[in-house]
Antibody, heavy 120, light 108 residues
Framework: EVQLVESGGGLVKPGGSLRLSCAAS????????MNWVRQAPGKGLEWVSS????????YYADSVKGRFTISRDNAKNSLYLQMNSLRAEDTAVYYC?????????????WGQGTLVTVSS | DIQMTQSPSSLSASVGDRVTITCRAS??????LNWYQQKPGKAPKLLIY???SLQSGVPSRFSGSGSGTDFTLTISSLQPEDFATYYC??????????FGPGTKVDIK
């Protein structure tokens, strides 16, 4: 069974940092691209960042570029998101999602999410 | 970036109703369109990919159609567990992938 479990969320002051983790199991992690998608309270889904299976390709939304860093450790079946210079508008539930690209790309499995609150 | 819109933003329906949700892209995206269902406090769940392909395990009452810029998600007979918010997502031009603003389906 595919499982994605996020951790590392919490309350942080504006300008602070946080590192999110996503532990993957039930599939060959090193064969899939991975993504972070966030959802502000009461709002819709916003793509944040993507990383290819071997970390060769990394992409960020303009809203987080230069502040967030995505990475992965295929030996540990883990995905990470280092978030620096956090702002109030980064407050959201952060989901990790697997990317499946056999023909048509989609996010076929999602974690349960971890809440990040940026507030003084 | 490709912008996605959805209509309606919300709708009220009864169990057994046929429900149709529309998604429109700001430019042609061929069939690179996915649909997700999200219930309160839960993660999104993939329902339809490539505009009309049913994800494994998803009930057949869900169907998708369309290509180019206009797409439709149809629930043929609404069930109690289908009350949720539905999002479309384009995967034609990635990154960035973009989601529609969502359509909330609630009980009439």
């Amino acid at each position: 069974e595919v499982q994605l479990v996020e951790s590392g969320g919490g309350l942080v002051k504006p300008g602070g940092s946080l590192r999110l983790s996503c532990a993957a199991s039930g599939f060959t992690f090193s064969s899939y691209s991975m993504n972070w998608v966030r959802q502000a309270p009461g709002k819709g889904l916003e793509w944040v960042s993507s990383i290819s299976s071997s970390s060769s390709y990394i992409y960020y939304a303009d809203s987080v570029k230069g502040r967030f860093t995505i990475s992965r450790d295929n030996a540990k079946n883990s995905l990470y998101l280092q978030m620096n210079s956090l702002r109030a508008e980064d407050t959201a539930v952060y989901y990790c999602a697997r990317g499946k690209s056999s023909g048509f790309y989609r996010n076929d499995y999602w974690g349960q999410g971890t809440l990040v609150t940026v507030s003084s | 970036d490709i912008q996605m819109t959805q209509s309606p933003s919300s709708l009220s329906a009864s169990v057994g109703d046929r429900v149709t949700i529309t998604c429109r892209a700001s430019q042609s995206i061929s069939s690179y369109l996915n649909w997700y269902q999200q219930k309160p406090g839960k993660a999104p769940k993939l329902l339809i990919y490539a505009a009309s392909s049913l994800q494994s395990g998803v009930p057949s009452r869900f169907s998708g159609s369309g290509s180019g810029t206009d797409f439709t998600l149809t629930i043929s007979s609404l069930q109690p567990e289908d009350f949720a918010t539905y999002y479309c997502q384009q995967s034609y031009s990635t990154p960035p992938t973009t989601f529609g603003p969502g359509t909330k389906v609630d009980i009439k």
